[in-house]
T-cell receptor
Framework: GENVEQHPSTLSVQEGDSAVIKCTYS??????FPWYKQELGKRPQLIID?????GEKKDQRIAVTLNKTAKHFSLHITETQPEDSAVYFC???????????FGTGTRLKVLA | DAGVIQSPRHEVTEMGQEVTLRCKPI?????LFWYRQTMMRGLELLIY????????DSGMPEDRFSAKMPNASFSTLKIQPSEPRDSAVYFC???????????FGSGTRLTVV
């Protein structure tokens, strides 16, 4: 079945630095990859997504890149701010179903 | 749209009692998912429905857990009898084929003492 691996599990960066979180997936038929941000005590919220027909998508300080050949996708956060501190989850669809497989999460700490 | 609505937000119950969690998906979304989140196990998919029909309940821990979706705007997750190890945050999420991804509800924090 589909498997999604996410690295690193924790990441600490200085405010203003960049952060990169990487995920790999196993199902080559996967065609949509969302990223979720979960702040402490709150729900996971979709922050950016990418479809398989593009290699990169940007939204202000966040971007996602996709390498379909290597079957990995990454979240990039530039000019990090303390409010970026949260747990980030990647996900990939489980082909033939309506569900998504989530990565195990990355706890990002932005140090002021 | 008010998003995915879950109730109650918090539930504290004694071991052995029945617990019912409720969810109203976003109107027009045809898939609904129940997740459980703990520090130890992360986000676990318990069950999901498509067009009100249960599709995959392989994540339901045991017979004490049951879920229903009687119509497109309402679902319940029931635990009977509850146990302390059921303590977790339970999220409901919905999606549609056109939007992709999930929209999560605010969750129900369940504590079984």
């Amino acid at each position: 079945g589909e498997n999604v691996e996410q690295h690193p599990s924790t990441l600490s960066v200085q405010e203003g630095d960049s952060a990169v979180i990487k995920c790999t997936y196993s199902d080559s038929a996967s065609n949509y990859f969302p990223w979720y941000k979960q702040e402490l005590g709150k729900r996971p919220q979709l922050i950016i997504d990418i479809r398989s027909n593009v290699g990169e998508k940007k939204d202000q300080r966040i971007a996602v890149t996709l390498n379909k050949t290597a079957k990995h996708f990454s979240l990039h956060i530039t000019e990090t701010q303390p409010e970026d501190s949260a747990v980030y989850f990647c996900a990939a669809p489980s082909s033939g179903t309506y569900k998504y497989i989530f990565g195990t999460g990355t706890r990002l700490k932005v140090l002021a | 749209d008010a998003g995915v609505i879950q109730s109650p937000r918090h539930e504290v119950t004694e071991m052995g009692q029945e617990v019912t969690l409720r969810c109203k998906p976003i109107s027009g979304h045809n898939s609904l998912f129940w997740y459980r989140q703990t520090m130890m196990r992360g986000l676990e998919l318990l069950i999901y429905f498509n067009n009100n029909v249960p599709i995959d309940d392989s994540g339901m821990p045991e017979d004490r857990f049951s879920a229903k979706m009687p119509n497109a705007s309402f679902s319940t997750l029931k635990i009977q009898p509850s146990e302390p190890r059921d303590s977790a945050v339970y999220f409901c999420a919905s999606s549609s084929v056109t939007t992709g991804g999930y929209t999560f509800g605010s969750g129900t924090r369940l504590t079984v003492v």
